[in-house]
């Protein structure tokens, strides 16, 4: 494994080694501090491997990675997605609705095509060599060559990437160390400008926080004051240096709250006053009064002048303000504030508190983002003097929570009226000019004259837990107060100095004081501000010291307090010293830190005082109140050098002591000998987890290397080697815990604490190794004195310093001689790795779970460790196995036995543990890969597995465990050199061909028949035990997959998602891998995966079923395998030999208990796969089978036994269904739906495909109801499943994207179809000389035809167009010899690809249809079979398919022609004339499927139109059975079933017919008479007389329909129909010749259903006769007359018009008004509102007139004795009765006397109902009613209601009362009673209307008897509160008896004559006879 070892510079302060010498001065450097420096100077070594990046731990396939990977892509032309586009086009203004109404402008297309000549259409291109006689082979070779032009290299990059969930074996980079910083803010002090300018100003900026009551961040010291003000303080100042002119700070906040303030302090040089007078000035005076008070200004400044030259080095307290940060965050986002009036920005207190949205809180108030808000500029107008008595801290946090609110008290007072101008914004990622806390530049930094920004400390409110990666000392010094009260003697302008000593001397104070502004950089004194006249001072002052690197016994602070005296008085000195104080920095050899409360002497310090504390009270001194602690102070110190722990503190100072072995020693107040040392050490050692976190973690690389160290190099005391390897491993173990515990929020997704993976990763080195590289690299030079403190380092230092030392370039090697003598020495002593692993295993049961804790750690370091140790030590070129001591690789091998046994034991406990686990150690076995030997590194691998299948036996819930295996292979197999691990250049291959070519390997075929199967090439396509021996890595993978697949494997799901996630994922790394780009080197690699084949031909039958049809999932296997069950190959997926890779070892093949329980044949059920898993499966297959060896799989196939191929052609199959395009509109509409349920890919297509095929649905018929994700479990991952989460889970995807994903799509469904092309050539040349080839071919050629029949890009079909017309050249006989439908679906598809709009598909289908019937021509002299088939398929495709264009269809007519009319072969045979014969049929097929088009909106004219197509077919059995079929799919989709029933009755009758013809079964109808019961149309079926079907003529009836089986089919489904419809008496007809059938087949299931569903429908027939029958109504009946030219073919037609029922005659009015309104347009239809005869001479002839009327059923009496019931008075139904009221005047209505009644019976051309809705008027017949014979009419039908009413049973009473009331009732208009008196008051004179007359008294007399019994009935009925009702009813009977009285007994004269011969005609001998009664 090459190494290459990185020395990568540390964190650059390489200035910091010379500053350091030059602040100790010439002394040496204590042991921390030079421990310190260099840790952080010293260059890191990364190791990292040469392909590393290449492993998909490293390079992951992402959603980003596979966007790249697709640019470049061509998109594919799809015939969906240009239809789509065209028919959104200009095209809708040809559509027949729209064009104009008048007569000669008839709509273009159907015009057109009425005189389309076929002979002038233009043809499309020609193929060139079609009509070519050449060999198959070469026909072969020239399409294989043009299939592997221009393919996608890598077919994964077109398919989604894999799931990042399951990428287990991601790893990243960590991120270097580097200095901790928290959200930064720029903040620029632009100007500050007073109302009068006397005196010079000095600022001071600070942040705090209030709630956590902490001052967070350094002082910042700015002067903006003008020169000439500055100029005041010549006499003090000496030249400034440029980094304390600085203006601007950086601020970082780690924690934002919204209670940080942004404080500022005002102060000015001292005077006399206190603060309130040098104040009020500032307050009282204004600019614009300048001129008013030019003396007191005049006066002002000269004062201010004498004040700035006596008194200018001291300051005092003036005024203050506070912005409140979080308003500035907030509302940047809203308001614009550049502006610098005042008015804008009110002081920062009266903000209100706007949050805008920028300002992202997450839990309530805690949380505001300071890294992005809008720049602002601030003026800052009102500042608060400073109030002596309220200085210090907790004053100014009570004044800033005080701000907060809204009535602040801060606002009653007056301000100091100011104008402060401050920017504040994000800090930029790299500032300019920027000066780090130490004053270091920090690159960039362009100018060292440039003024700089101030990066400013941070104070975090909590702690922060980072480590230190940088020198930092810095000691803060905060004077708090100090109590003179008691202090004798003139004590009150106090002001403190501050003083670092190095001694005693005053010559010996150090420049260590950082300079605040304007001023020198550091200082040897400081001063606090003066308070005037005040004896108890507090102060604000915070004074900055840089630590010198030693810091001795000797260094302290030295603290001297003066009385100032402000007043020149003469005699008086300007300061006087009245204290001093000072503290000891070290104590114990640790830095002093913390509060202090001193006394303070009031005499001169006595020599010697430095070493003692002022807490001792030395004798002869005096102090102020009596040694008490007047003076308060507190220090703190910011170091990476100083732990400030004491733990920590004692740890290192034992480890420099011992380094140095500078003994004794004292230790606090202990001396340490070198006898007590190694206890102590322990017990430091021991006491480590005891320190703080936040120190512990700061110091954590301090602490790691230096237990490193002790392991390493045991320290010598007293020349004994002392071995502290036990005690420092268990440090470690605790360190690292502790670390891990501090930093838990931080951790990575694999629960790696980030700072500890950076420390192993970049920081850890062999202890005192440099790497001394072979070849002499220069030592790494020293950086530029600037501190770079980029994110990582430039790029470029990888290069110039990395150094490669390569174990394959013998080159490198370098004589032993020249191995340094340092290294030799490390060599000798111990080995971490060795001594860790030693340690891991003998650690005791407490620190193992320690470490177990954080075990990636421990495998980290070691891992780093082993290879630093080869490469250090040159040992890369020595044999692996030599490489490590066979001691050391026992304890690896015990320590990964029982981590491993961990995982086991605890998963079940604490899974979370188990998976931490089990992913370090899979990456530290796969590392080891890299450094140790292979075969040992396997065999710990082989020993894992062993031990997890023997737990597996036993395992309560085995998923989880094999989850955890699955991912443990996943890691390992991401290793870089996968592929070379697994040995893919194996003796196992067989030998491969000369040429690689398909073809040149059929020699080789015969294999299939003849020979013996190649054991190796079998065994290399199975997992068996050879395979797994030879490829350990894959067939570890590969046997996981298998398992998961298993039928009966627990928590399927998951572990299928798991498993072939995996295989996937390290697919797509081998696509993505430029070693692998070469096809030669990817087939070695695609022959790792060759039993992917096998296994998911064995889990077809669990593959989610993307063809979606019952029980379709194996088609083609069940074609090739009559005994499925029987065959051994079926029985488990895995053989037992594969139970040996269970346990990875040669176990006997017997143990297959391993694998799963139960015998070997077990079901084949089993949770099946989700959608998306099997499209990963088969995405996987697909790859196999593209990158293979052509010759390798052919050899495969050949081995197969029939059931396995047909298996295979199945996943074939399956490949193409579930990666089928699915158009653009589909992207589409899945962005607008939801995404869950948007895997239904196919739905435009259903359409197409599913009504095209007709008799032929079976092979892709799709189910809509299923879901298309099977039944899952509700899984965690479900979120993932649509294949279009490409981008993200978002929804709204942009219109770019959707295009993006759909040319994706596009080439993924075309390269998939492209592969499985592929593989189908290699079985054909397999099979082409085997016995069973009938049955393989078959089954392929349904794969090619279902590849051609789904949505399919231009590109593949040329090539699957050229693929089925060399299968069919070479083997006719699989379409033309067998009664097969394969010929039926292969025209139909051709059909549809004439018809496309794409030329190049067009040109290719052509030629294919050409072929097509010149090899059937071949055959016999005649292509009848194709001529029918074509016709048939050409019938269905325009019946039902909408988007058909008949423009292309018939330029590929032409195209055939063209190619009839230049083939030389055939010129001598009829064939071209046969083929024009059948060109210009078809042609006329389409003219009439135009015309169909048109009516397309017209369902009768639709329906009719078909009917009449139907009917041209009826010498053509065939085609009649498909346009009945389609007219029962329209009838059904119309809600017709009635009418779709009648179809399929048809269609059976037509079967019968030529059933009969055949043979005489007893149990068959005897043809079309059989169905008479059924229906009387029936009869016209049997047209088909014998000359036309001579069942022996090939071709004729041959659909699958013209069968016993498909005349039950059709009698079935029109038994369903009829159910449908409520016509069960129909029902029982049907099945009456259905049931002889089935019983002469003993089909005793079906038989069982059917006597079921007669019961059911008898059920209902009786429920409908018991009143119920208003349930059932079948249907409303109209006449409907078109009249005027504009109907064309319907002039002057009358039809009567079927609807459903309970149509009123204003709907169907409206609805066929409105129809031919849109067709002919507006104002030219007219309804004709009455029923009377119409006269053609008065009707416009521009308009069309529609007549309708209501029409009822009409019988004759003699028929109404047959039709009893309800259903045959509304079945079979020929003549309508319509009634019209008429007046001799012209009026419907008028008086009784003068009402005729015109009765018009109308007689249809066949019976309703009928194949149709609509059936025209064939004979009509009128009779006129005189007003009498309406009389009579109208009686008799009231005396029918009322006999109904009376006799109905049950009894309506309420029905009764209704009628008896209508009849009886005095008030009814033209009642009974007027009739009477009309009619029967005088005697008629004409005597012909004596039996009229007669008739109208007898129906009076009936009519009266039936009122008495209805009355009689109603008393029955009635209760007590109806009594009065009924007494009215029997009164106005009465009345109604009495009237007619006299008119009934009338007595006609005719009567009284006697009878003479000449009136006994038989019409008036009847009348009396009726008289006589």
């Known amino acids: 494994m090459p190494l290459i070892s990185t020395p990568f510079p540390s964190s650059s302060n390489g200035p910091q080694v010379q500053l350091l010498a030059r602040l100790c001065g010439l002394g040496k450097l204590d042991a921390q501090v030079r421990a310190a420096v260099e840790m952080y100077t010293e260059d890191w070594i990364i190791a990292h491997r040469r392909y590393q990046h290449l492993s998909a731990a490293f390079s992951p396939i992402t959603t980003e990675t596979q966007r790249e990977r697709q640019k470049g892509l061509t998109r594919q032309v799809f015939e969906q997605d240009t239809s789509g586009d065209e028919r959104s086009g200009p095209e809708d203004s040809d559509d027949p609705r729209h064009s104009s109404g008048s007569l000669d402008d008839t709509p273009r297309s159907s015009g057109a095509s009425g005189i389309f000549d076929l002979r002038n259409l233009a043809a499309d291109s020609l193929l060139p060599s079609l009509l070519e006689r050449t060999a198959p082979e070469d026909v072969d070779r020239r399409n294989e060559a043009l299939r592997r032009q221009h393919r996608p290299r890598a077919l994964l990059a077109l398919y989604p990437a894999p799931d990042e969930d399951e990428a287990v074996e991601r790893c990243s980079r960590p991120e270097p160390p580097r200095e901790h910083f928290g959200q930064r803010i720029l903040v620029k002090c632009l100007s500050l400008k007073f109302e009068i300018e006397i005196e010079p100003i000095f600022g001071i900026l600070a942040l705090y926080d209030v709630r956590e009551k902490k001052k967070i961040s350094e002082n910042f010291y700015f002067d903006l004051n003008s020169d000439s003000v500055k100029g005041l303080l010549r006499a003090h100042g000496t030249h400034p240096a440029i980094s304390t002119l600085a203006r601007s700070a950086i601020l970082s906040v780690t924690y934002p709250s919204p209670d940080i303030f942004l404080v500022i302090k005002l102060e000015k040089v001292l005077q006399q006053g206190d603060i309130s007078e040098c104040c009020e000035p500032y307050m009282v005076m204004k600019e614009v009064d300048t001129a008013k008070n030019k003396e007191k200004l005049e006066k002002l400044r000269l004062a201010a002048e004498q004040f700035c030259t006596r008194l200018g080095r001291y300051r005092m307290p003036f005024a203050w303000t506070a912005i409140h940060l979080a308003n500035i965050v907030s509302s940047a986002g809203q308001t614009d504030r550049d502006s610098d009036s005042e008015g804008e920005r009110r002081p920062a207190w009266t903000d209100r508190r706007r949050r805008g949205p920028q300002d992202r809180t997450s839990g309530g108030d805690d949380t505001c983002s300071f890294s992005s808000f809008r720049p602002a500029t601030l003026t800052v107008t009102n500042f608060f003097k400073q109030e002596a008595e309220r200085l210090s801290d907790e004053d100014l946090f009570k004044f800033l929570a005080d701000m907060r609110r809204p009535s602040s008290l801060l606002r009653r007072l007056r301000p100091v009226t100011a104008q402060l101008k401050i920017d504040i914004s994000p800090a930029p990622e790299n500032p300019h000019f920027c000066l780090s806390p130490e004053l270091l530049h920090v690159k960039p930094y362009p100018d060292p004259r440039g003024r700089p920004t101030k990066e400013i400390l941070e104070f975090p409110a909590r702690e922060v837990y980072a480590p230190h990666t940088s020198y930092r000392n810095l000691l803060y010094v905060y004077p708090h107060c100090l109590n003179f009260s008691s202090r004798q003697g003139s004590v009150r302008n106090l002001a403190v100095r501050v003083q670092y000593m190095a001694g005693e001397d005053p010559s010996q104070a150090l420049p260590v004081i950082f300079g605040k502004s304007s001023c020198s950089e550091f200082t040897r004194e400081a001063f606090t501000p003066v308070v005037y006249h005040n004896k108890s001072p507090e102060f604000y002052e915070e004074f900055k010291l840089r630590l010198p690197a030693c810091v001795t016994e000797n260094h302290h602070l030295l603290f001297t307090f003066y009385h100032v005296s402000c007043q020149p008085r003469p005699g008086t000195a300007l300061e006087t010293p009245v204290g001093f104080t000072w503290i000891p920095l070290l104590q114990h050899g640790r830095l002093r830190t913390g509060p202090f409360c001193l006394p303070v002497s009031v005499d001169q310090l006595p020599p010697s005082y430095s070493v003692l504390t002022p807490d001792v009270a030395l004798p002869g001194m005096r102090w102020v109140d009596g040694h008490k602690g007047v003076f308060s102070v507190e220090l703190t110190a910011v170091s990476s050098v100083h732990p400030q722990d004491p733990h920590l503190d004692k740890f290192f100072t034992l480890v420099h002591v011992l380094e140095e072995g500078a003994f004794p020693f004292r230790l606090k107040d202990t001396v340490l000998s070198e006898g007590t040392v190694e206890q102590e050490l322990r017990a430091s050692l021991?006491?480590?987890?005891?320190?703080?976190?936040?120190?512990?973690?700061?110091?954590?690389?301090?602490?790691?290397?230096?237990?490193?160290?002790?392991?390493?190099?045991?320290?010598?005391?007293?020349?004994?080697?002392?071995?502290?390897?036990?005690?420092?491993?268990?440090?470690?173990?605790?360190?690292?815990?502790?670390?891990?515990?501090?930093?838990?929020?931080?951790?990575?997704?694999?629960?790696?604490?980030?700072?500890?993976?950076?420390?192993?990763?970049?920081?850890?080195?062999?202890?005192?190794?440099?790497?001394?590289?072979?070849?002499?690299?220069?030592?790494?030079?020293?950086?530029?004195?600037?501190?770079?403190?980029?994110?990582?380092?430039?790029?470029?230092?990888?290069?110039?310093?990395?150094?490669?030392?390569?174990?394959?370039?013998?080159?490198?090697?370098?004589?032993?001689?020249?191995?340094?003598?340092?290294?030799?020495?490390?060599?000798?002593?111990?080995?971490?790795?060795?001594?860790?692993?030693?340690?891991?295993?003998?650690?005791?049961?407490?620190?193992?779970?320690?470490?177990?804790?954080?075990?990636?750690?421990?495998?980290?370091?070691?891992?780093?460790?082993?290879?630093?140790?080869?490469?250090?030590?040159?040992?890369?070129?020595?044999?692996?196995?030599?490489?490590?001591?066979?001691?050391?690789?026992?304890?690896?091998?015990?320590?990964?036995?029982?981590?491993?046994?961990?995982?086991?034991?605890?998963?079940?406990?604490?899974?979370?543990?188990?998976?931490?686990?089990?992913?370090?150690?899979?990456?530290?076995?796969?590392?080891?890969?890299?450094?140790?030997?292979?075969?040992?590194?396997?065999?710990?691998?082989?020993?894992?597995?062993?031990?997890?299948?023997?737990?597996?036996?036993?395992?309560?819930?085995?998923?989880?465990?094999?989850?955890?295996?699955?991912?443990?292979?996943?890691?390992?197999?991401?290793?870089?050199?996968?592929?070379?691990?697994?040995?893919?250049?194996?003796?196992?291959?067989?030998?491969?061909?000369?040429?690689?070519?398909?073809?040149?390997?059929?020699?080789?075929?015969?294999?299939?028949?003849?020979?013996?199967?190649?054991?190796?090439?079998?065994?290399?396509?199975?997992?068996?035990?050879?395979?797994?021996?030879?490829?350990?890595?894959?067939?570890?993978?590969?046997?996981?997959?298998?398992?998961?697949?298993?039928?009966?494997?627990?928590?399927?799901?998951?572990?299928?998602?798991?498993?072939?996630?995996?295989?996937?994922?390290?697919?797509?790394?081998?696509?993505?891998?430029?070693?692998?780009?070469?096809?030669?080197?990817?087939?070695?690699?695609?022959?790792?995966?060759?039993?992917?084949?096998?296994?998911?031909?064995?889990?077809?039958?669990?593959?989610?079923?993307?063809?979606?049809?019952?029980?379709?999932?194996?088609?083609?296997?069940?074609?090739?395998?009559?005994?499925?069950?029987?065959?051994?190959?079926?029985?488990?997926?895995?053989?037992?030999?594969?139970?040996?890779?269970?346990?990875?070892?040669?176990?006997?093949?017997?143990?297959?208990?391993?694998?799963?329980?139960?015998?070997?044949?077990?079901?084949?059920?089993?949770?099946?796969?989700?959608?998306?898993?099997?499209?990963?499966?088969?995405?996987?297959?697909?790859?196999?089978?593209?990158?293979?060896?052509?010759?390798?799989?052919?050899?495969?196939?050949?081995?197969?036994?029939?059931?396995?191929?047909?298996?295979?052609?199945?996943?074939?199959?399956?490949?193409?269904?579930?990666?089928?395009?699915?158009?653009?509109?589909?992207?589409?509409?899945?962005?607008?739906?939801?995404?869950?349920?948007?895997?239904?890919?196919?739905?435009?297509?259903?359409?197409?495909?599913?009504?095209?095929?007709?008799?032929?649905?079976?092979?892709?018929?799709?189910?809509?109801?299923?879901?298309?994700?099977?039944?899952?479990?509700?899984?965690?991952?479900?979120?993932?499943?649509?294949?279009?989460?490409?981008?993200?889970?978002?929804?709204?995807?942009?219109?770019?994207?959707?295009?993006?994903?759909?040319?994706?799509?596009?080439?993924?469904?075309?390269?998939?179809?492209?592969?499985?092309?592929?593989?189908?050539?290699?079985?054909?040349?397999?099979?082409?000389?085997?016995?069973?080839?009938?049955?393989?071919?078959?089954?392929?050629?349904?794969?090619?035809?279902?590849?051609?029949?789904?949505?399919?890009?231009?590109?593949?079909?040329?090539?699957?167009?050229?693929?089925?017309?060399?299968?069919?050249?070479?083997?006719?006989?699989?379409?033309?010899?067998?009664?097969?439908?394969?010929?039926?679906?292969?025209?139909?598809?051709?059909?549809?690809?004439?018809?496309?709009?794409?030329?190049?598909?067009?040109?290719?289908?052509?030629?294919?249809?050409?072929?097509?019937?010149?090899?059937?021509?071949?055959?016999?002299?005649?292509?009848?079979?194709?001529?029918?088939?074509?016709?048939?398929?050409?019938?269905?495709?325009?019946?039902?398919?909408?988007?058909?264009?008949?423009?292309?269809?018939?330029?590929?007519?032409?195209?055939?022609?063209?190619?009839?009319?230049?083939?030389?072969?055939?010129?001598?045979?009829?064939?071209?004339?046969?083929?024009?014969?059948?060109?210009?049929?078809?042609?006329?097929?389409?003219?009439?499927?135009?015309?169909?088009?048109?009516?397309?909106?017209?369902?009768?004219?639709?329906?009719?139109?078909?009917?009449?197509?139907?009917?041209?077919?009826?010498?053509s059995p065939d085609l009649r059975l498909t346009w009945l079929q389609n007219m029962a799919g329209k009838h059904a989709e119309l809600g017709n079933h009635a009418e779709a029933a009648q179809c399929m009755v048809h269609a059976a009758a037509l079967v019968a017919e030529y059933l009969a013809l055949l043979e005489d079964s007893r149990y068959l109808p005897v043809g079309c008479v059989s169905f008479q019961n059924i229906s009387s149309n029936v009869l016209e079926e049997s047209a088909i007389s014998d000359d036309i079907l001579s069942p022996d003529e090939e071709g004729f009836c041959s659909g699958k329909h013209f069968t016993e089986l498909g005349l039950v089919g059709l009698l079935e489904q029109a038994a369903a129909y009829f159910t449908m419809g409520g016509l069960y008496e129909a029902v029982n007809e049907v099945y009456k010749t259905l049931i002889p059938i089935l019983e002469a087949h003993r089909d005793y299931k079906k038989l069982a259903a059917v006597h079921g569903k007669l019961q059911e429908a008898f059920t209902k027939i009786m429920h409908q006769s018991s009143g119920w029958e208003t349930q059932r109504v079948f249907g409303t009946y109209f006449r409907v007359g078109f009249y005027g030219a504009r109907f064309g073919d319907l002039d002057e037609q009358e039809f009567v018009y079927k609807e459903p029922s309970i149509t009123k005659l204003a709907e169907i009015s409206h609805r066929l008004e409105e129809f031919y309104t849109e067709r002919f347009g507006e104002d030219v239809v007219e309804i004709v509102k009455d029923s009377n005869p119409v006269d053609k001479t008065k009707l416009d002839p521009q308009k069309a007139y529609i007549q309708i009327t209501y029409v009822e059923p009409h019988f004759d009496t003699y028929e109404l004795k047959d039709r009893v019931t309800y259903f045959d008075r509304n079945y079979g139904l020929r003549t309508f009765l319509f009634c019209t009221p008429f007046t001799p005047d012209g009026r419907a209505h008028g008086d009784l006397p003068e009402q005729h009644k015109r009765k018009t019976l109308l007689s249809t051309d066949h019976a309703f109902p009928y194949i149709k809705t609509r059936i025209r008027v064939c004979h009509r017949e009128e009779t006129v009613l005189t007003p009498v014979e309406v009389a009579i009419e109208d009686m008799q039908k009231k005396t029918r209601e009322l006999a109904f009413a009376t006799e109905q049973d049950p009894p309506d009473a309420k029905m009764l009362q209704m009628v008896l009331q209508g009849s009886v009732g005095p008030t009814v208009n033209q009642g009974p009673l007027e009739v009477a008196q009309v009619f029967l008051a005088e005697i008629p004179e004409d005597p012909k209307l004596f039996r009229h007359h007669n008739k109208l008294r007898l129906c009076f007399k009936d009519f009266c008897k039936k009122c008495e019994d209805a009355l009689r009935k109603n008393k029955a009925l009635i209760g007590p509160d109806q009594k009065e009702y009924h007494r009215e009813l029997e009164r106005n009977y009465c009345r109604l008896r009495e009237a007619l009285q006299p008119l009934l007994t009338q007595r006609l004269p005719q009567l009284l004559a006697p009878p003479t011969a000449g009136l006994r005609n038989s019409l008036n001998r009847a009348s009396f006879r009726k008289a006589d009664l």
């Open 686 to 1515: 021991a006491a480590l987890r005891l320190a703080s976190p936040q120190p512990l973690v700061a110091f954590s690389h301090h602490v790691l290397d230096k237990l490193v160290h002790l392991v390493v190099r045991p320290p010598i005391i007293g020349g004994q080697i002392v071995n502290l390897g036990r005690g420092a491993f268990e440090a470690m173990a605790h360190v690292v815990s502790l670390v891990h515990r501090s930093l838990e929020a931080a951790q990575d997704a694999r629960g790696h604490c980030p700072l500890l993976a950076a420390y192993v990763h970049y920081a850890f080195r062999l202890p005192g190794t440099e790497p001394n590289f072979p070849s002499g690299a220069p030592p790494v030079a020293v950086q530029a004195a600037t501190l770079a403190r980029g994110p990582g380092r430039p790029a470029s230092l990888y290069l110039a310093r990395s150094k490669s030392i390569s174990s394959s370039n013998p080159d490198l090697a370098v004589a032993p001689g020249s191995v340094d003598d340092e290294v030799s020495r490390i060599l000798a002593s111990k080995l971490l790795h060795e001594e860790l692993a030693l340690q891991w295993v003998v650690s005791g049961s407490a620190v193992r779970e320690t470490v177990l804790q954080h075990a990636w750690f421990f495998f980290q370091l070691m891992v780093k460790s082993m290879a630093l140790h080869l490469l250090l030590g040159q040992r890369l070129d020595t044999p692996r196995k030599l490489r490590f001591p066979g001691r050391f690789l026992d304890d690896i091998a015990a320590l990964v036995g029982s981590v491993g046994l961990e995982v086991i034991t605890r998963v079940y406990k604490d899974a979370e543990l188990a998976e931490r686990l089990n992913a370090s150690l899979a990456f530290f076995l796969s590392d080891l890969l890299s450094l140790a030997d292979r075969g040992f590194v396997f065999s710990l691998v082989r020993a894992h597995y062993k031990q997890v299948a023997t737990r597996l036996q036993s395992a309560p819930n085995p998923a989880l465990l094999l989850t955890l295996r699955m991912d443990f292979t996943r890691i390992l197999c991401s290793h870089e050199h996968y592929v070379t691990l697994n040995l893919p250049c194996c003796p196992l291959s067989p030998p491969a061909s000369p040429s690689p070519s398909v073809s040149s390997t059929t020699s080789q075929s015969s294999t299939f028949s003849s020979h013996a199967p190649d054991p190796k090439v079998t065994s290399m396509f199975e997992l068996s035990g050879p395979f797994r021996q030879q490829h350990f890595l894959a067939g570890l993978l590969l046997t996981e997959l298998a398992l998961a697949l298993e039928p009966e494997a627990e928590g399927a799901s998951l572990l299928h998602k798991k498993a072939i996630s995996a295989v996937h994922s390290l697919l797509c790394g081998h696509d993505a891998d430029p070693r692998y780009t070469e096809a030669a080197v990817k087939a070695r690699v695609a022959e790792l995966y060759l039993p992917l084949l096998s296994l998911a031909r064995d889990t077809l039958p669990r593959l989610h079923d993307f063809a979606e049809g019952p029980g379709q999932r194996s088609r083609l296997a069940s074609m090739l395998d009559s005994d499925t069950e029987g065959e051994g190959d079926i029985g488990g997926t895995i053989n037992p030999s594969v139970a040996m890779a269970i346990a990875g070892g040669p176990l006997a093949p017997g143990s297959r208990a391993s694998i799963s329980q139960g015998p070997v044949a077990a079901s084949r059920s089993g949770c099946p796969l989700s959608a998306e898993s099997s499209r990963t499966l088969l995405v996987c297959v697909l790859w196999v089978l593209k990158n293979a060896e052509p010759a390798l799989l052919q050899r495969w196939a050949a081995d197969l036994a029939l059931p396995q191929l047909g298996r295979l052609l199945d996943l074939l199959y399956l490949c193409l269904a579930a990666f089928e395009y699915k158009g653009k509109k589909a992207f589409e509409r899945i962005n607008s739906l939801t995404f869950k349920k948007s895997l239904d890919m196919k739905a435009r297509l259903e359409e197409a495909i599913l009504g095209t095929i007709g008799a032929r649905q079976e092979m892709v018929r799709r189910s809509r109801e299923r879901s298309p994700f099977g039944n899952q479990e509700n899984v965690r991952w479900r979120k993932s499943i649509t294949h279009w989460r490409q981008t993200s889970d978002r929804v709204d995807k942009t219109k770019d994207e959707m295009e993006h994903e759909a040319l994706v799509d596009g080439n993924l469904a075309t390269e998939a179809s492209l592969v499985v092309l592929d593989t189908l050539e290699i079985i054909v040349q397999t099979v082409m000389l085997s016995e069973a080839r009938e049955s393989v071919l078959g089954a392929v050629l349904k794969v090619v035809l279902y590849s051609l029949g789904s949505a399919q890009s231009a590109l593949f079909l040329q090539h699957g167009l050229a693929t089925q017309r060399s299968l069919v050249s070479k083997f006719p006989e699989l379409l033309f010899e067998e009664d097969t439908e394969l010929c039926a679906d292969l025209c139909l598809r051709l059909l549809r690809h004439c018809g496309s709009r794409i030329s190049t598909i067009r040109t290719h289908a052509s030629a294919s249809l050409y072929l097509l019937m010149r090899q059937n021509f071949e055959i016999g002299n005649n292509f009848a079979r194709v001529k029918m088939q074509v016709t048939m398929s050409l019938s269905s495709l325009v019946g039902t398919t909408q988007s058909f264009s008949e423009e292309h269809l018939r330029r590929s007519l032409k195209t055939i022609l063209t190619y009839a009319e230049e083939d030389v072969g055939l010129r001598d045979s009829t064939f071209a004339e046969q083929v024009q014969d059948l060109m210009f049929n078809l042609h006329m097929i389409l003219t009439d499927t135009v015309k169909m088009k048109e009516h397309q909106e017209d369902p009768e004219m639709l329906i009719d139109l078909m009917y009449r197509i139907a009917r041209g077919y009826q010498g």
